[in-house]
């Protein structure tokens, strides 16, 4: 009983195993044949085309393909050349965009420090006064006017202004000075400050108002007693006869000669 148990059992074993292999080779098997069936197709294809086109027909195609490439680098080249165009006027025109703004910065920059220097000028003549009034105060004035004056340098220096600093002596600078007047000294050089009529400002590198000075001028050199100055003219006369006498005298002698020269030739005739 048990070995027939055994058998039925090997049996159904085989089946199911044989079952599982028929389809697996079934499908190959189709695939195999589909394979084949395609690479028939595309022979066939082959043939056919190989077939159908002439010589004429390959050459026409070639040169078609051809010219379709030359029409294609052409709009290659021509696209190539328009994208670099492009792309230089654009680098132009960042630059010129650039160029703009760095002018319309420095122009901004200009124009805020010319606002600001004179709205500063106006508030000079409040900086003379304090000077006149330290100048004339007493002790006791002078200090209360001291703290006032040194408040409105304050404000002045935290916007970059300040006065121009000028000593007698100094050498005269067109940039910084205004000279009023030059006054002749002989034991000093020429073009020397000599008094500040009134201080100058600058606000940064810009001067607001120049500083009023007084310069020295040498003295001119006296002139000739009446004399000399006689007996420099008399001489300077007869030095002007004698050049025109022999200037004369320079004239006449190839007249001279020439004269003498036709005189001798009608002797000799």
Do not use: C
């Not at 085309?49 to 393909?65: A, G, I, N, P, T």
Request: hydrophobic residues 25%; aromatic residues 8%; charged residues 45%.
């Amino acid at each position: 009983m048990t070995g027939n148990n055994n058998n039925d059992l090997k049996e159904s074993v085989e089946q199911d195993l044989s079952s599982d292999i028929k389809p697996a080779e079934q499908e190959e098997k189709k695939r195999n044949e589909t394979s084949s069936e395609s690479l028939k197709i595309l022979e066939e294809k082959e043939h056919y085309e190989l077939d159908y086109f002439s010589k004429e027909d390959l050459v026409k195609e070639k040169e078609h393909l051809e010219k379709q490439m030359k029409e294609l680098k052409e709009k290659t080249e021509k696209l190539q050349k328009e994208n670099s165009e492009s792309k230089n006027k654009f680098m132009h025109l960042q630059a010129e965009f650039e160029n703009a703004q760095k002018r319309w910065d420095k122009n901004r920059q200009n124009l805020r420090i010319e606002y600001t220097a004179s709205a500063l000028k106006n508030f000079l003549p409040l900086y003379d006064s304090f000077k006149k009034a330290i100048e004339s105060a007493d002790t006791d004035e002078k200090k209360i006017i001291d703290g006032f004056y040194n408040q409105f340098i304050s404000i002045f220096k935290s916007y970059g202004a300040e006065p121009i600093k000028v000593k007698i002596n100094d050498e005269f600078d067109y940039n910084i000075h205004e000279a009023l007047t030059s006054v002749e000294k002989e034991d000093i050089n020429e073009n020397r400050i000599l008094e500040v009529v009134q201080d100058g400002f600058k606000y940064g590198k810009e001067v607001i108002r120049y500083a009023k000075v007084i310069i020295s001028r040498k003295p001119k050199p006296p002139e000739p007693e009446p004399e000399e100055k006689e007996v420099r003219e008399e001489v300077s006369e007869q030095i002007t006869l004698q050049e025109e006498v022999t200037e004369q005298k320079r004239t006449e002698e190839p007249r001279l000669k020439e004269k003498k020269e036709k005189k001798h030739k009608k002797e000799k005739e």
